[in-house]
């Protein structure tokens, strides 16, 4: 790990430090934030799960801010199209809500950890701890109480066709 990097000082405020070469080559720390707190390129590939390409726009976008800012900003904004994790508040079904079908090895993996398919985009398990597999970023979106009626007729709808 490079420990030749400090933050530069303008006043009494830390500057930002991030560079591009060190985060392409997994050299040691790559980002520092406005808070002093720093981050590895192996930093961003576990925030995105292990999904590569996440990893990149997390760090693509971090300008002064924690990268973990970017994903709660991501709940909001949905611009980069992850999919969302939510919880039913009277059970143990959890549901993984994509925007654009999973590709074949996410399928797989998806499949491995206990999720069923219910449409091409959305994916549902059951248990208190649930396992999102590597390779897929994804965002909490807490429980599912605000579209409780509108998903619960549909979930029963799913049962119905799944029996």
């Known amino acids: 790990m490079n420990t ?26 790559c980002y520092i934030s406005e808070q002093g707190i720093p981050y590895t390129y192996a930093s961003f590939l576990r ?13 693509d976008g971090c300008y002064w801010q924690e990268p973990e800012m970017l994903l709660v900003e991501e709940l909001r904004e949905a611009q980069m199209r992850l ?36 449409t091409p985009v959305l994916w549902t398990t059951e248990g208190g701890e649930v396992v999102v597999p590597e390779g897929i970023a994804f965002v909490h979106g807490g429980s599912a109480t605000a579209h409780r009626r509108k998903r619960t007729r549909f979930a029963r709808d799913l049962l119905a066709r799944r029996d």
Do not use: C
């Not at 009277?90 to 993984?96: A, F, I, N, P």
């Open 83 to 118: 999919p969302r994790l939510s919880q039913h508040t009277k059970s143990d079904t959890w549901w993984l809500r994509f925007d654009v079908s999973p590709n074949e090895e996410q399928r797989s993996n998806l499949k491995v950890q206990g999720w069923w398919e219910q």
């Open 4 to 29: 030749n990097i400090h933050m530069i000082k303008e006043g009494q405020r830390d500057t930002p430090w991030k560079s591009e070469a060190a985060y392409k080559e997994h050299l040691g720390i």
């Open 47 to 59: 925030l995105a799960n292990g999904e590569e390409r996440v990893a990149n726009q997390l760090f």
